[in-house]
Structures are given as C-alpha cells and as structure tokens.
Antibody, heavy 121, light 112 residues
Framework: EVQLVESGGGLVQPGRSLRLSCTASGFTFGDYAMSWVRQAPGKGLEWVGFIRSKAYGGTTEYAASVKGRFTISRDDSKSIAYLQMNSLKTEDTAVYYC????????????WGQGTMVTVSS | QSVLTQPPSASGTPGQRVTISCSGSSSNIGSNYVYWYQQLPGTAPKLLIYRNNQRPSGVPDRFSGSKSGTSASLAISGLRSEDEADYYCAAWDDSLSGSHVVFGGGTKLTVL
C-alpha cells in the first residue's frame, strides 16, 4: 500500500526550530519529488515547497512565505523527506502534510495524514 | 489572498449539478494544468481531477473538470450528501522566482 506518514509536530515557541519527517512506503521513494503543503486552522491549503528526485538534481523550491527559514531535504536510503523549520512564527501554525505524485504524472495523488505544528509562547 | 480565486461557498440539492469556478492568470492556469482536490472534514485532501479534466482511478465520473484560458471549473453532477466538502483548485505558477504551486482559497460545498 502506498503510504506517507508525517511525524514531528508539536508545540514550539516563536523563533525556535522544529523538524518534520515524512516516511514513505509502498513505492520507490527515490524516484519521486516530495512536497509539503500546510493548512492553518480554519484556512485553506498553502503550498510550502518541494524537493525534486535525485534524477532531477534533488533541487528545492519554496513558497515566498517560508523561503530562507524552511529547508526540505530527503534521505532516499530511508525513504524519508524532511521539513526543517527555523525562526518559526505564530503564522506558521498549521497542519503540515507531505504529498507526492506517484500514480499520476504531476498531481498530488498521495497525502499523509498531516501533523500539527503550533507556534505559541 | 489566494493566487487562484474561488467562490467561498456553493450549494445544491441531491441529484443536482453544481459547478465551482477557479480564476487565475497567464502565469498559472493560462499556461499550466489545473488540479482539483476534495477535502472532507478532518481529513487530508484527496485528488479529484488532474491535468484539467483527467480523473484518477476510483473517482466517480460524476466529477468533471474543464479549463478555458485563465479559468477552470469543477462540475459535480448527481449531487450526493457525501459530496459535502471543501474543494480546492491548484496549478503550477511559473513566476520569475521559479516554479510554485498555487491553490485557490477553497469552496465549501453544502448539500441541502
């Protein structure tokens, strides 16, 4: 079964850091780009960024709202994607989903269950 | 403010056909594919439509997508109570700073 499972969420103070993990199973992780999407409480979806597969250079792209503070990386040997979040702000409070295009050419066709990040003092 | 514009709400009665619009610009919808996602309360989003009008395996043919110029729409025919959810459109946006994904603000569909 194709599956993504996020972990690492929790309560963190403004200005601190947190690292989220997305563990994949059921597909050849290294062949696919991995994205992060977040959803603030009661709000819509916001794309955070993605990391390309090694075949496409493993490069990253980020939303303007997180560029310079968030870093996406991947460990293909462990089938895990990471979202390192630094200098967290209260407005980063959200459910964070990892997602990927596995069964379709370029759509987010598999999603994790999400992990909640609360930034508050 | 979301880059893609959707109506905040839509409604219909069982059996009806409803459409949800999504408006963008030349850098996103005008030059890239449109995707639609359904999010039931308390759950992760689910892909409904990809590449403007393609349905993933398992999505009923009651759901259909279309695109024209810088706008797109999702149509749901034979409306059912289980279709009550939030619907989001999305597209890649080719801006000067690189490729990004942009979402609409979401449309809450109520089945009356």
């Amino acid at each position: 079964e194709v599956q993504l499972v996020e972990s690492g969420g929790g309560l963190v103070q403004p200005g601190r850091s947190l690292r989220l993990s997305c563990t994949a199973s059921g597909f050849t992780f290294g062949d696919y780009a991995m994205s992060w999407v977040r959803q603030a409480p009661g709000k819509g979806l916001e794309w955070v960024g993605f990391i390309r597969s090694k075949a496409y250079g493993g490069t990253t792209e980020y939303a303007a709202s997180v560029k310079g503070r968030f870093t996406i990386s991947r460990d293909d040997s462990k089938s895990i994607a990471y979202l390192q979040m630094n200098s967290l702000k209260t407005e980063d409070t959200a459910v964070y989903y990892c997602t990927s295009a596995v069964t379709t050419p370029d759509a987010f066709d598999i999603w994790g269950q999400g992990t909640m990040v609360t930034v508050s003092s | 403010q979301s880059v893609l514009t959707q109506p905040p709400s839509a409604s219909g009665t069982p059996g009806q056909r409803v459409t949800i619009s999504c408006s963008g610009s030349s850098s996103n919808i005008g030059s890239n594919y449109v995707y639609w996602y359904q999010q039931l309360p308390g759950t992760a989003p689910k892909l409904l439509i990809y590449r403007n009008n393609q349905r993933p395996s398992g999505v009923p043919d009651r759901f259909s997508g279309s695109k024209s110029g810088t706008s797109a729409s999702l149509a749901i025919s034979g409306l059912r109570s289980e279709d009550e959810a939030d619907y989001y459109c999305a597209a890649w946006d080719d801006s000067l700073s690189g490729s990004h994904v942009v979402f609409g603000g979401g449309t809450k569909l109520t089945v009356l």
